[in-house]
């Protein structure tokens, strides 16, 4: 029997480093950012699907902060995500944005 788990967000995050220099590694890093959009996506389309007036999209445990956007700004941050998968030539993800855009 198969077992679907149900995602919850904000995602919980710890970040841990030794140096300054290694945070930055790691946001210019592409599979981070791609990380991050595909989180930050879901957690939008919970939140229009909740229609909740902001989403919440990570939290960093370790530094007590929450990442958050309000409904209004839903679209401008679905725009950059479109920008960021139409470079990776994904465009099946950017039409999937558009039509969720397409709802607010």
Sequence with gaps: MEQKFKLEFPLDLEIKYDHPQEL??????PEFITFMFENAIAAVKQSIRKNKSECVMFSIENYNVK????KE?????????IKH????EEYATCKELVT???RL
């Design 73 to 81: 700004h839903y679209k401008i941050s679905l725009n950059k995500a």
């Design 67 to 70: 990442v958050a956007i309000k």
């Design 100 to 102: 969720l855009k397409s």
């Design 24 to 29: 930055l590694e790691l946001a210019s890093r």
């Design 85 to 88: 998968y139409e470079a990776l």
